[in-house]
């Protein structure tokens, strides 16, 4: 079997992995948010959503519409920013 064919079921794994990491994220997200650390639970929550932004632009540039090109992380969106 060429390498080619290996690309679509080795991106949708990828997919899937970060769609349980995300999950799993948001799960300590409210832990720490339930121990006093709001700030802290907000700034995932915001990269979390980040991630979701950034993934739906990419779907929509793989079918032609064009999206927003940057999307930064956290209230404080100096700390980093993905695009």
Do not use: C, Y
């Not at 979390?48 to 927003?68: M, T, Y």
């Amino acid at each position: 079997m060429p390498n080619s064919d290996l690309l679509p079921s080795l991106l949708f794994k990828i997919n899937e992995n970060q769609l349980a990491l995300e999950a799993a994220i948001m799960e300590l997200s409210n832990w720490v948010e339930l121990r006093g650390s709001a700030d802290v639970a907000d700034n995932v929550r915001a990269a979390l959503e980040a991630i979701d932004r950034n993934e739906r632009v990419h779907q929509n540039d793989a079918s032609g519409d064009d999206g927003a090109g940057m999307t930064a992380i956290g209230k404080s969106s100096h700390w980093l920013t993905i695009g």
